[in-house]
């Protein structure tokens, strides 16, 4: 299994995958710090699962995920973000993402997340 964390925090990439070992076995990750080489990342990488922040620059984490969607629809993404609009989540989950979660992404945080994909590999 694949991982790519697409975030232009170096340290909440650390602690994302940091949590997600905790709970998740047998993956990869791979990094890209703005949306732009997250994008370039995705379409190298095809991963299974995809963690976006929505605050980057370059390319914003709203635009990454419609650029991504436009080319797989099936594509599996996390948004992790501290954008906690109303209005920014709704038009995220219209986009089709598997779920949206507010920074800090803590323990809590990462057991759901690690639930979801193991149900998700399950069906």
Known sequence: MKILIIDDSSFSQKVTNNLLKKYLQDFSVHFAGDGQEGYEKYKDLNPDY???DLLMPKV??????K???KED???KIVVISADVQVSVKEEAEQLGIM???????NDD???LVSQLIRNDINE
Not at 60 to 65: D, H, P, R, V
Not at 99 to 105: Q, S
Request: proline content about 4%; cysteine-free; aromatic content about 12%.
């Open 99 to 105: 779920t949206f979660i507010n920074k800090p992404f």
């Open 67 to 69: 650029k991504i969607k």
């Open 109 to 111: 945080k990462a057991k």
């Open 73 to 75: 629809k099936n594509a």
């Open 60 to 65: 914003n984490g709203m635009e990454l995920i």
């Open 50 to 52: 995809t963690f976006v």
